[in-house]
């Protein structure tokens, strides 16, 4: 899915169930996330600080070319 300011994303599901969350930004910037209720475990990254993780909204600040890999546990 590409997303408004230049965020890709992606998902992974397991018995009709998100279980992870890959997200991409080309340009950079701060991208708000909202996940699903569970335990949210970021598993990988590159350029980026996360700012909250475990709420109903995690904000992602990126550099160019930043990812992050984020998986949910329910």
Known sequence: LRAEGAVLVSGK????????VKVFSEKGGIVN???PKGKIQLTDNRNVQVKTLNTDKTIINFKPGGWVSLQIYR
């Open 33 to 35: 996330v909202k996940l």
């Open 13 to 20: 599901i397991e018995n009709e169930k998100l279980i992870s």
